[in-house]
């Protein structure tokens, strides 16, 4: 049966579900946390999402975020596509990590705030903490002023001002709103859902180039930056240049242009094992590696002029 068409209105916040599939789970470490909340952090960097709230389980992730650039399949298909690439590959695992689709639900305004203590009191209601505060891989500490601004990414100012009028500081008065809805049982604190009502935002999108023409492209201009001949960078050599410019291509591709791995894979000539180890490497990097970060940062401003061009 085909997929239903999923609404993707980039002027209402959404509230996006994603669960564990059976017998694995989302995030084993602390750092694979840390490596979801840097994919998110990217995104809003990239002016594609605005991220209200987030709370990640084990087993479940819950956003309250609203689409900007790009509509929110599309979004979440990089984020979670990237999250699952690199758990994989450490775990030297395949298949999906999420039980099918996302859920996602487009709500009014008005229900933001409900919607977002609802996600901060997720780990209360499951029974990972007593207290919202002393859960750790939540946006409730940042909404609280802790965390020494490791959640910076986070758009906080639309609820903390709803709390500006009341006789205590914002932060304290939306502290004692949350918790006085601690005990109720799960919800989404969502009243007025427009999933199904609003119309998808009509967008202008000029013609794309094929895909292989992208790949060839950007194989193009990374030979140029890192000086590898371009016959060779398709070779069997090993040798560390061309493995480097292996990795910026694959990283770029598959993280930044939305590329699978089966695509790179093709046009590289390796497998799909290699590439996928490549983006590994280089997603690391990217966090890691300035001089890595520069080389990835000029050439994704020029794959935004390859692509608009």
């Given at each position: 049966?085909?997929?239903?068409?999923?609404?993707?209105?980039?002027?209402?916040?959404?509230?996006?579900?994603?669960?564990?599939?059976?017998?694995?789970?989302?995030?084993y470490r602390?750092d694979?946390?840390?490596?979801?909340?840097?994919?998110?952090?990217q995104?809003?960097r990239?002016?594609?999402i605005?991220?209200?709230?987030?709370?990640?389980?084990r087993?479940?992730?819950?956003l309250?975020?609203?689409?900007?650039?790009l509509?929110?399949?599309?979004v979440?298909q990089?984020?979670h596509?990237?999250?699952?690439?690199?758990?994989?590959?450490r775990?030297?695992?395949?298949?999906?990590?999420?039980?099918?689709?996302?859920k996602?639900?487009?709500f009014?305004e008005?229900?933001?705030c409900?919607?977002?203590r609802?996600?901060?009191?997720?780990?209360?209601r499951?029974?990972?903490?007593?207290?919202?505060?002393?859960?750790?891989?939540?946006?409730?500490?940042?909404?609280l002023?802790q965390?020494?601004?490791?959640?910076?990414f986070?758009q906080?100012?639309?609820?903390?001002?709803?709390?500006?009028?009341?006789s205590?500081?914002?932060?304290k008065?939306?502290?004692k709103?949350?918790e006085?809805?601690a005990?109720d049982?799960d919800?989404?604190?969502?009243?007025?859902?427009?999933s199904?009502?609003v119309?998808?935002?009509?967008?202008?999108?000029?013609?794309?180039?094929g895909?292989?023409?992208?790949?060839?492209s950007l194989?193009?201009?990374?030979?140029?930056l890192?000086?590898?001949n371009?016959?060779?960078?398709?070779?069997?050599s090993r040798?560390?240049?061309?493995?480097?410019?292996?990795?910026?291509?694959?990283?770029?591709?598959?993280?930044?242009?939305n590329?699978s791995?089966?695509?790179v894979?093709?046009?590289?000539?390796?497998d799909?094992?290699q590439?996928?180890?490549?983006?590994?490497?280089?997603?690391?990097?990217?966090?890691a590696?300035?001089?890595?970060?520069?080389?990835?940062d000029s050439?994704?401003?020029?794959?935004?002029?390859i692509?608009e061009?």
């Amino acid at each position: 049966m085909p997929r239903g068409l999923r609404n993707q209105s980039r002027l209402l916040p959404h509230l996006v579900i994603a669960k564990a599939a059976s017998e694995t789970l989302l995030f084993y470490r602390d750092d694979d946390y840390d490596a979801y909340l840097r994919l998110l952090r990217q995104l809003v960097r990239d002016r594609f999402i605005i991220v209200y709230a987030f709370c990640l389980l084990r087993d479940e992730i819950r956003l309250i975020v609203k689409p900007t650039r790009l509509g929110l399949g599309r979004v979440i298909q990089r984020l979670h596509g990237s999250h699952t690439l690199r758990i994989n590959s450490r775990l030297q695992r395949q298949g999906s990590l999420f039980r099918g689709r996302y859920k996602s639900t487009a709500f009014a305004e008005v229900d933001l705030c409900s919607a977002v203590r609802s996600v901060h009191l997720l780990p209360v209601r499951s029974g990972y903490t007593r207290h919202a505060e002393a859960f750790t891989y939540s946006s409730h500490s940042t909404y609280l002023g802790q965390g020494e601004g490791q959640h910076d990414f986070i758009q906080i100012h639309p609820i903390l001002d709803v709390f500006k009028g009341s006789s205590q500081f914002p932060q304290k008065s939306f502290a004692k709103y949350v918790e006085a809805a601690a005990l109720d049982s799960d919800d989404t604190g969502i009243t007025q859902s427009v999933s199904e009502a609003v119309d998808e935002v009509p967008v202008m999108v000029k013609p794309r180039r094929g895909r292989k023409s992208f790949l060839a492209s950007l194989a193009e201009r990374i030979s140029l930056l890192l000086s590898v001949n371009l016959a060779n960078l398709r070779s069997a050599s090993r040798r560390q240049d061309l493995v480097m410019a292996r990795r910026l291509m694959a990283t770029i591709a598959v993280l930044a242009a939305n590329q699978s791995v089966t695509e790179v894979a093709k046009f590289l000539r390796r497998d799909k094992a290699q590439i996928s180890r490549l983006v590994s490497q280089g997603m690391d990097l990217v966090e890691a590696d300035e001089p890595f970060r520069v080389l990835y940062d000029s050439v994704w401003q020029e794959r935004k002029r390859i692509t608009e061009s």
